[in-house]
């Protein structure tokens, strides 16, 4: 189920569609980070989604003594991404613990918040010392797209709300997270129980350990 939330929240936060090639033509990007103003050339990963036709590009940049990480669908084979200020961080070194959420060079702390290039709201946080306590993400048209609680300053999912196209409530998960289980529960917009899932470790947690 992860997987396929993953898949559907590139989806849709993607504006525009991009038809997957068959992997040898050459993609001519340009890469142009918001905290600098600049073009830059950062390392990053291509990603082939067969299950919906798409690619997914992570790129790897600087943001403080971290490495920030910014994914998103290719859009189109020749195309400028634009680097957002605010990322989730990492350390370098092999099996780090070391993560905060960066906006540029700061840690994020208190109510932070970016914005698309046309304006519109691309994410918004509440952040103690780097670490999340509520982020809500926006699709390019300012819309709502999910809205996150996370559990005693860690990755631990407690909810997640998912809206449409209006901004409006279509379903939302409840996070119960122990030791060596996470235990997910789905809901429609009227808190109807839809879906129960168990996960034999939090992926959230566990990335970069």
């Given at each position: 189920?992860?997987?396929?939330?993953?898949l559907?929240?590139?989806?849709?936060?993607?504006?525009?569609s991009?038809?997957?090639?068959d992997?040898?033509?050459?993609?001519?990007?340009?890469f142009?980070?918001?905290?600098?103003?600049k073009?830059?050339?950062?390392?990053?990963e291509?990603?082939?989604?067969?299950?919906?036709?798409?690619?997914?590009?992570?790129?790897?940049?600087?943001?403080?003594?971290?490495?920030?990480?910014y994914?998103?669908?290719?859009?189109?084979?020749?195309?400028?991404?634009?680097?957002?200020?605010?990322l989730f961080?990492f350390?370098?070194e092999l099996?780090?613990?070391?993560?905060?959420?960066?906006?540029?060079?700061?840690?994020?702390?208190?109510?932070e918040?970016d914005?698309?290039?046309n304006?519109?709201?691309?994410f918004?946080?509440?952040?103690?010392?780097?670490?999340?306590?509520?982020?809500?993400?926006?699709?390019?048209?300012?819309e709502?797209?999910?809205?996150?609680?996370?559990?005693?300053?860690?990755?631990n999912?407690?909810?997640v709300n998912?809206?449409?196209e209006?901004?409006?409530?279509?379903?939302?998960?409840?996070?119960?997270?122990?030791?060596?289980?996470?235990?997910?529960?789905t809901?429609?917009?009227?808190?109807?129980?839809?879906?129960?899932?168990?996960?034999?470790?939090?992926?959230?947690?566990?990335?970069?350990?």
């Amino acid at each position: 189920m992860k997987s396929v939330l993953k898949l559907t929240f590139l989806l849709i936060f993607s504006y525009s569609s991009f038809s997957q090639n068959d992997g040898k033509e050459k993609l001519n990007l340009v890469f142009y980070d918001n905290c600098s103003n600049k073009i830059i050339e950062p390392e990053f990963e291509i990603e082939s989604l067969p299950e919906i036709n798409y690619k997914a590009i992570t790129i790897f940049v600087n943001r403080g003594n971290l490495i920030g990480e910014y994914s998103i669908i290719l859009e189109k084979k020749k195309d400028t991404i634009r680097i957002p200020k605010i990322l989730f961080s990492f350390g370098n070194e092999l099996h780090s613990k070391r993560w905060n959420y960066m906006n540029c060079e700061k840690v994020c702390d208190g109510t932070e918040t970016d914005f698309n290039s046309n304006g519109n709201k691309r994410f918004e946080g509440i952040f103690k010392n780097g670490k999340p306590i509520e982020i809500i993400n926006y699709r390019q048209n300012g819309e709502l797209l999910t809205q996150t609680f996370y559990e005693n300053l860690t990755l631990n999912y407690k909810r997640v709300n998912y809206f449409n196209e209006n901004g409006e409530l279509t379903y939302y998960e409840i996070y119960k997270n122990k030791k060596r289980k996470t235990t997910i529960k789905t809901f429609d917009k009227k808190g109807k129980l839809i879906n129960r899932t168990i996960e034999k470790k939090h992926i959230e947690k566990t990335k970069w350990n």
